[in-house]
Nanobody
Framework: QVQLVESGGGLVQAGGSLRLSCAAS????????MGWYRQASGKQREMVAV???????NYADSVKGRFTISRDNAKNTVYLQMNSLKPEDTAVYYC???????????????WGQGTQVTVSS
């Protein structure tokens, strides 16, 4: 069984910073992609940033230049450094991973439980 556990959400004023962390644990064979998605109230879930095992990154246009994704392969952990936060960044942020478990060799998608980020104006 695989689990993704997020931490680091909270309330911050506009212009402030937060750092999210997500650790993958369990019966993991290899991790292809880790990343972050978010879902604001009344809106669809959207990709924020993803990073591959080769450290290739992709960002949503709305966060480019403000957010930075990184990963620690030894710890199966992904981070999202969020700077210059705006009220429109308010959402539940979900950790995502595409990985191979030791049980199912076909790569599968896994999600964390979500962490709330609220940016006040």
């Amino acid at each position: 069984q695989v689990q993704l556990v997020e931490s680091g959400g909270g309330l911050v004023q506009a212009g402030g910073s937060l750092r999210l962390s997500c650790a993958a644990s369990g019966s993991i064979r290899s991790i292809n992609v880790m990343g972050w998605y978010r879902q604001a109230s009344g809106k669809q879930r959207e990709m924020v940033a993803v990073i591959t095992s080769a450290d290739s990154t992709n960002y949503a246009d709305s966060v480019k230049g403000r957010f930075t994704i990184s990963r620690d392969n030894a710890k199966n952990t992904v981070y999202l450094q969020m700077n210059s936060l705006k009220p429109e960044d308010t959402a539940v942020y979900y950790c995502y991973s595409n990985l191979r478990s030791r049980i199912w060799t076909t790569p599968s998608d896994y999600w964390g439980q979500g962490t709330q980020v609220t940016v006040s104006s």
